[in-house]
Antibody, heavy 114, light 107 residues
Framework: EMQLVESGGGLIQPGGSLRLSCAAS????????MSWVRQAPGKGLEWVSV???????YYADSVKGRFTISRDNSKNTLYLEMNSLRAEDTAVYYC????????WGQGTLVTVSS | DIQMTQSPSSLSASVGDRVTITCRAS??????LAWYQQTPGKAPKLLLY???RLESGVPSRFSGSGSGTDYTLTISSLQPEDFATYYC?????????FGQGTKVEIK
């Protein structure tokens, strides 16, 4: 059974940094398109970033230059490095697989507040 | 970026009703469209991909149609477990984008 488990969320001050992890089981991160999607409290879904199987990465304009997606093939884990965090980055962050996102984690909450 | 305009933003319906949700893209997306269902506190669940292909395990009362810029999700006979929020998503071109969501509530 495929499973994605996010971790690393928490309360962080504006301007701070955080790294989210997404541990995969039952699927191989390096052979799948892997994305991060976020959802601010009470709001809709927002795609954040994707890493393709070949390593190409893409970002939403709202996070470009501040967030970095990466993966560790040996750990079968996806990451999202988040810098210069803003209040508007407060959200539940999900990792998900594929173009049509057919497998999601449970999400991890990031709260940016002083 | 491709903008996805979803309508209505909310609707009230009864069990057994036929429900239709539409999604319009700001440019053609060649059926690169997915539909998701989300209940409170849970991750979204994929219902359909490639505009009309049903994800494994999803009930056949869910169907999708459309082409070019205009797409539709139909629930043929609404069941109690279908009261949720539904999102469309285009994956034709990065940045991928979601519709604003449609909340289906009990009448």
């Amino acid at each position: 059974e495929m499973q994605l488990v996010e971790s690393g969320g928490g309360l962080i001050q504006p301007g701070g940094s955080l790294r989210l992890s997404c541990a995969a089981s039952g699927l191989t991160v390096s052979t799948n398109y892997m994305s991060w999607v976020r959802q601010a409290p009470g709001k809709g879904l927002e795609w954040v970033s994707v890493i393709y199987t070949g390593g190409d990465t893409y970002y939403a304009d709202s996070v470009k230059g501040r967030f970095t997606i990466s993966r560790d093939n040996s750990k079968n884990t996806l990451y999202l490095e988040m810098n210069s965090l803003r209040a508007e980055d407060t959200a539940v962050y999900y990792c998900a697989r594929n173009l049509a996102l057919d497998c999601w984690g449970q999400g991890t909450l990031v709260t940016v507040s002083s | 970026d491709i903008q996805m305009t979803q309508s209505p933003s909310s609707l009230s319906a009864s069990v057994g009703d036929r429900v239709t949700i539409t999604c319009r893209a700001s440019q053609g997306i060649s059926n690169s469209l997915a539909w998701y269902q989300q209940t409170p506190g849970k991750a979204p669940k994929l219902l359909l991909y490639a505009a009309s292909r049903l994800e494994s395990g999803v009930p056949s009362r869910f169907s999708g149609s459309g082409s070019g810029t205009d797409y539709t999700l139909t629930i043929s006979s609404l069941q109690p477990e279908d009261f949720a929020t539904y999102y469309c998503q285009q994956y034709y071109r990065t940045s991928w984008t979601f519709g604003q969501g449609t909340k289906v509530e009990i009448k």
